[in-house]
């Protein structure tokens, strides 16, 4: 069974610009969520999505936006980049929304490196 | 709100040294624990979980044993490898609230040498 697979697997943006992020999850997984990961702030949730609606928000700024689609792949989108925006986006699977557990394992893709010049 | 502390890192340990790990956790009744590990350049893979108190989460010879009395959750190896050099982290998925919602720590980075 194929794993989670983002792409692209490097970007890079200027400021000022908007980027567009994809994540296909393991097959059968209903639940996608996207995280932020920065040497300075670590792992950050951003957001959750399950069945084409988010069910959870992290503390980012309105820029930061996600969908899912009814195949469950997810994008999320970050408009006006900002220097700070440079970061591993990882998106995660699992096979429902809700807490994690022996049987809700979330699994990470590869990640997405954007940087931000 | 939910939190969880690791140990500072980079650990160094000679190949064959015994790992320990660090972790502890804040968090309303009784969250599940995870430990993952990240290769460089890699995403994350999922290390081991433990979903209630004393429950040991075990996988190619690491442990880790959720102990709700000391709210903690340490990593430990008995005999380390070169291939081991990683970043750990250790997390956590609440009981209510943002349930499907993992909250990190750090991350602990371990460096094994000959």
């Known amino acids: 069974k194929a794993g989670v697979t983002q792409t692209p697997r490097y970007l890079i943006k200027t400021r000022g610009q908007q980027v567009t992020l994809s994540c296909s999850p393991i097959?059968?997984?209903?639940?996608v969520s996207w995280y932020q990961q920065t040497p300075g702030q670590g792992l950050q949730f951003l957001f959750e999505y399950f069945s084409e609606t988010q069910r959870n928000k992290g503390n980012f700024p309105g820029r930061f936006s996600g969908r899912q689609f009814s195949n469950s792949r997810s994008e999320m989108n970050v408009s006006t980049l900002e220097l700070g925006d440079s970061a591993l986006y990882l998106c995660?699977?699992?096979?429902?929304?809700?807490?994690?557990?022996?049987?809700?394992?979330?699994?990470f893709g590869a990640g997405t490196r954007l940087s931000v010049l | 709100g939910n939190s969880v502390t690791q140990m500072e890192g980079p650990v160094t340990l000679s190949e064959e040294a015994f790992l320990t790990i660090n972790c502890t956790y804040t968090?309303?009744?009784?969250?599940?624990l995870f430990w993952y590990v990240q290769y460089p350049g890699e995403g994350l893979q999922l290390l081991l979980k433990?979903?209630?108190?004393?429950d040991k989460g075990s996988n190619k010879g690491f442990e880790a044993t959720y102990r709700k009395e000391t709210t903690s959750f340490h990593l430990e190896k008995g005999s380390v490898q070169v291939s081991d050099s990683a970043v750990y982290f250790c997390?956590?998925?609440?009981?209510?609230?943002?349930?499907?919602?993992?909250?990190f720590g750090t991350g602990t980075r371990l460096q094994v040498t000959l």
């Open positions: 995660a699977s699992s096979l429902l929304s809700g807490r994690a557990g022996a049987k809700n394992i979330q699994y």
């Open positions: 433990a979903t209630k108190a004393d």
């Open positions: 097959s059968g997984h209903r639940s």
């Open positions: 997390a956590l998925s609440a009981l209510t609230g943002t349930a499907s919602k993992l909250t």
């Open positions: 968090a309303t009744g009784y969250p599940s």
